[in-house]
């Protein structure tokens, strides 16, 4: 019986032991299975992310296949990357360095695409400040790069690439960074400079890119300067400025107020709130400096150019003193023409030098230089900067067609042009004709008080032809400026300025030309004045137009046959034929 107690206890005390053990192996098992779990999740997001990589690689893998030669590069920058990416699990920040060196694989080999990419949602924004599309540059100097970046996320990095080289800036999150970088080129051609960003998501923008012209500027300076050289004449331009003392000012000798009285006295139409300080300028006859870089552009060529020939004209010719001597305006703008047009017939022979695809950029931009002033200026003031261009490039042309040079244009250099008819009609030039000296006495004494001189002048037959369009056809006009052979003006207004008295007298190479000019102006003057012109009793025997709001009066019967003629334009026509019979007296004009 006892032996039998004890057998029970044994089984009890085994079966409680076993109780125990089950409960510490339960209690192992509870306490372990947390961390385990969560191992096995981070092993999962860790596999899933492994996949995700390697779903990322492939898709970059297509697009790099699209623009590689050939498949084995494609393939070992995928082995690459994946093992790269195999990586990552173990250290985070190698795999964000991996995946940097992928994203700049990729960029590079994205610089191969004929098209620019399409723009991903979110993407940074890229643009290239330096340097300019299209621009040149210095072969072996160093040539800056500057970019400017800019994302809302942050931009993690930015990748200039050019000749071939990638240089990647890291940034820290900056959402507006500018970034630069320096670049010697050692070989001459056209180079792409491409530019992309990264920001903190791994969001690529687009390249973008600018085309560069490494060239050796040195030699091609030379040798376009020995080309302008040629064609002028003259010894190679330096690259500086002419000194102060050879720069010339242009100015025309009156005020704005004077301006617009001579714009109503010769009919002259004026916009609303004109800009007039230019009337009468014609050109700036100063010193133009060379560009530093005379080939960066087809607007620095021809500037080259130009700077050239001014430089020439002021130390060979003598233009600054040329200026200062200048009489009246229709001798500038006579001096302009001459200067303008030998310019202008430079750069016409250097664009003829050029090879086609030059010549149409240079044509281009020479042709913008006759384009109309900005503002509201007068169409008078745009025709007088356009006629030294335009009639100076036919005046000096036909000079230069004597030889074959500009031999003939340095001739007329050494003979200073007296009006603008010697720029219309060569054979006047070379005829050597002189103008008629015009004088016109004072009419202070012939004006009621308060009335004082505004300005007084030279017209010019340019100017006249121009005068006379405002009412006839513009041949017309023209054919009845033909004959000048000299004249005076001289504008008069009263305290307030709002009236005014023109008194000018022409004179004409022979009666016919007076006689052509009547006719004209006859035809002028009542379109003008709705009123024909009628013969006024008197010793004078002239005729006037009498209109609403001024009179004309002019054509002296014996001033005629004397080939000049004399015209009046006045508030009305009492004080016309007051001034009329004043200037016969005075002048004695028989």
């Not at 006892?2 to 192996?25: C, E, H, N, P, Q």
């Not at 040798?223 to 690259?239: L, M, S, Y």
């Amino acid at each position: 019986m006892k032996s039998s107690s004890s057998t029970l206890r044994g089984l009890v005390l085994i079966l409680f032991m076993v109780v125990l053990v089950l409960i510490a192996l339960f209690w192992f098992l509870y306490r372990g299975w947390g961390p385990l779990e969560e191992q096995a999740q981070q092993a999962e997001a860790r596999a899933t992310r492994i996949v995700g990589l390697e779903d990322e690689l492939r898709q970059k893998e297509d697009s790099l296949t699209a623009v590689q030669a050939t498949g084995t590069a494609v393939a070992t920058e995928r082995d690459t990357a994946i093992a790269n990416h195999q990586l990552a699990e173990k250290d985070l920040i190698t795999q964000q360095e991996e995946n940097n060196l992928l994203q700049t694989r990729v960029f590079t080999q994205a610089l191969l695409l004929e098209n620019n990419p399409v723009a991903t949602p979110g993407a940074p924004q890229v643009s290239i400040l330096e340097p300019a599309s299209d621009s040149v540059a210095q072969l072996g100097e160093p040539l800056k790069v500057v970019a400017v970046a800019a994302d809302d996320m942050g931009l993690a990095s930015v990748l200039m690439a050019h000749a071939g080289e990638v240089v990647t800036q890291t940034l820290s999150g900056e959402t507006l960074r500018t970034v630069e970088t320096e670049w010697i080129p050692q070989e001459e051609g056209d180079f792409t400079v491409a530019v992309t960003a990264v920001n903190v998501a791994q969001i690529s923008s687009q390249v973008v890119s600018v085309t560069v012209q490494i060239q050796d500027l040195a030699a091609e300076t030379t040798a376009f300067q020995e080309t302008v050289a040629q064609i002028i004449g003259a010894a190679p331009a330096n690259t500086g400025t002419s000194s102060g003392a050879q720069q010339a000012v242009a100015a025309n000798g009156r005020d704005p107020a004077a301006n617009l009285l001579f714009l109503r006295a010769f009919d002259f139409p004026l916009p609303e709130d004109a800009d007039v300080s230019r009337l009468g300028e014609y050109c700036q006859l100063t010193a133009v400096p060379q560009p530093q870089n005379p080939l960066e552009s087809a607007q620095t060529r021809l500037t080259a150019v130009r700077a050239a020939v001014r430089q020439q004209q002021l130390a060979t010719y003598d233009l600054a003193a040329r200026e200062t001597a200048v009489g009246n305006q229709d001798e500038r703008a006579a001096l302009c023409a001459l200067a303008e047009g030998q310019i202008r017939l430079a750069q016409e022979l250097y664009i003829a030098q050029t090879n086609p695809e030059l010549q149409s950029e240079l044509q281009a931009s020479l042709d913008d230089d006759l384009a109309l002033m900005p503002g509201a200026a007068p169409e008078i003031i745009n025709e007088q900067q356009i006629f030294p261009a335009a009639d100076g490039l036919n005046f000096v042309q036909q000079l230069y067609e004597i030889n074959g040079d500009f031999s003939a244009v340095d001739t007329a250099w050494q003979r200073p042009l007296q009006s603008t008819q010697q720029i219309l009609h060569l054979e006047v030039f070379q005829s050597g004709e002189v103008v008629q000296e015009v004088t016109l006495p004072p009419l202070v004494g012939a004006l009621p008080p308060g009335w004082t001189l505004s300005s007084e002048g030279v017209l010019g037959e340019w100017m006249m032809g121009q005068y006379l369009s405002q009412g006839l056809e513009p041949a017309t006009a023209v054919a009845a400026a033909s004959g000048w052979a000299g004249d005076r003006y001289a504008i008069y207004s009263d305290t307030p300025g709002d009236e005014l008295v023109l008194a000018w007298q022409a004179a004409w190479a022979s009666p016919e030309d007076a006689q052509t000019f009547a006719s004209n102006y006859d035809v002028y003057l009542t379109s003008l004045l709705g009123a024909p012109g009628l013969e006024q009793v008197g010793t004078s025997n002239f005729r006037c137009w009498d209109g609403r709001a001024e009179a004309v009066c002019l054509y002296p019967d014996q001033f005629q046959t004397e080939q000049k003629t004399l015209v009046v334009r006045a508030p009305n026509k009492t004080l016309a034929q007051s001034i009329m019979d004043f200037i016969l007296a005075r002048s004695a004009l028989e």
